[in-house]
DNA sequence: TTCTCTGCAAATGCTTTGCAGAGGC
DNA sequence: GCCTCTGCAAAGCATTTGCAGAGAA
């Protein structure tokens, strides 16, 4: 992920967030804040949940993360900057990258009242996992 | 929205859900929760916010209304069944429909994988109102 | 010293749940 | 009576915040 530029004077690259970033790095599991917290505490145990959520707020900021709202229950971080489109799996959720370029305009009406900043196509579906057998991977 | 075909034997129409969903009929405001029962609280004093929760919970089992995730800060809810997109300012937070058919076929191999149930375009950007002076219409 | 960062714990805010009482058939 | 529904209050979770102490320059 590399810290190129920082957000600001003062930025420091702690231990606690070379390894959040570290974890992020290439990720493409879109882990929750939980699940981050959970990956890092295992090599690095001197973590608390307050620090990941600062740090995942902070590279919001530095657009080094995306957030993921296309699970209802908690949200989710995505490390990849490249645009790119999201299915969840509504039993296990599980969300997969939806790797293809839509045209995604809207239209002129809503262009001229609107200064459209991101846009994405959710998906939401059931993975053969979750759909043969009763409920495993959840 | 009318009660056609209820979700199963022991559905009643009782005053507060006949509010609520009055209230949401033809409603294009994509109403959180709590706005729901702010507005029926007016002309229906006698609600709970956890009927209005209720009621929800029962509405989308029936297909009658569904659950945007559009906002990361709540859950908003939707009574157009008509297939519509949204876009979101992400200063007042409205929402707004988006009417227009995009092409949205994920990938063969994705399509293999899973079963899609639901796919949507969400948009986030800023309104006039609030790109203009400060940030009235908070 | 000065400034940022950290962990902990408390606090928020949205949503869900438990439960006793009310109301309809 | 039987069953569903309701309001209230408590509980549950995810996320945020306050704060004193730690650490780097």
Redesign the interface.
Known sequence: MGMGQQRERGFKLTPQRAAIMAYLEGNRSHPSAEDIYAAVLEKYPMVSLATVYNTLEILKQMGKVT?L????ER?HFDPEIEPHHH?I??RCKKI?N???E???E??RD?SR????????????????DC?NGAEKAA
């Open positions: 957030e709202n296309i699970d209802g949200k299915l799996c509504t997969i939806v790797r293809k839509f045209d995604l809207v239209p809503i009242e609107f200064k459209i900043m991101d846009r994405h196509a959710d998906f939401y579906g059931v993975c053969s759909d």
